[in-house]
């Protein structure tokens, strides 16, 4: 059941994105994926998606992921976008519906499966109360819910949530991280990436650190979130404290390092690379 990624390099308009990236994520899991902008987050999972071409090894459930076809992959990985766009004035049920398509032949109709699968979905992301009204009519925050539910409707052993709890209120930031937990805890496994360092300390069983395209870093969250670490990766001096069962990050400046940083320049030709 393991995701096991294995020297993987992704070249992008003829830059090296990943260098020589190797992980696993096991069933039950949500690991974390966190680094400043431009480390290759994004990059990343949309290797591991099939979107990128890359060399080396993405293996799941012991099959290698880019032989597979979009049809088989689809049944294998859920992905959860960093871009969130409904286009289509559809009504929330129907669009996290959307997720059921790959266990379905075409034409067919929805099994009594597939409907409480959609339903479970829709209430694991708080929006059961909006299932009638069209998606294209809500709040970026509630389309980003309805998102997420489509991806958990899909039920596959891999989830792939690229800066799921972006852009929600504070509350719902908190129900996004517990419903990924939720999830890994009936043997799933969650591969998410994140900025908030404290959701990522809190909700996330192991954390991996990118810096320019390789790991700096992969353990539990106590591990790694230490102030030379932070200062390393981020270049950012933290406030660290634990509360209850997990810590707590306030970043309070920058370092010397991070204030000579510049941060990459976006470029049209390296979409996602973040």
């Known amino acids: 059941m393991t995701l096991e990624v294995k020297n993987v390099m992704v070249e992008l308009s003829g830059r090296r994105i990943l260098r ?12 974390g994926l966190l680094g400043p902008n431009g480390a290759g987050k994004s990059t990343l999972m949309r290797a591991i998606t099939g979107q990128y071409p890359a060399y080396g090894s993405i293996r799941l459930l012991c099959q290698d992921l880019p032989q597979l076809s979009p049809k088989r992959r689809a049944r294998l990985i859920a992905y ?5 766009i409904i286009s289509w004035p559809m009504s929330v049920r129907d669009t996290v519906a959307l997720g059921r398509l790959p266990w379905r032949a075409f034409g067919q109709r929805m099994t009594e499966a597939d409907h409480q699968a959609v339903q479970d979905a829709l209430a694991l992301m708080d929006v059961a109360q909006l299932a009638g009204r069209k998606a294209t009519e809500l709040s970026g925050g509630e389309q980003a ?5 489509r991806a958990v409707a899909q039920d596959t052993p891999l989830l792939v949530a690229d800066e799921p709890a972006s852009g929600l209120d504070p509350a719902h930031q908190i129900m996004m991280m517990d419903a990924l937990r939720r999830i ?3 043997g799933r496994m969650v591969l998410v990436s994140l900025h908030d360092l404290t959701l990522a300390a809190r909700w996330c069983d192991r954390l991996i650190l990118l810096k320019d395209g390789d790991i700096a870093g992969c353990g539990a969250p106590e591990e790694l979130m230490q102030p030379e670490r932070l200062a390393e990766v981020f270049g950012i001096r933290a406030h660290i404290a634990r509360e209850g069962d997990g810590l707590v990050l306030a970043p309070t400046g920058l370092t010397e390092a991070g204030l000579r940083q510049p941060g990459p320049a976006p470029k049209e030709s390296d979409p996602g690379r973040d």
């Open 80 to 84: 959860l976008p960093q871009t969130r």
């Open 184 to 186: 890994a805890r009936k």
């Open 20 to 31: 020589s990236v190797s992980f696993a994520v096991e069933p039950g899991e949500v690991v």
């Open 145 to 149: 819910r309805v998102l997420a539910a």
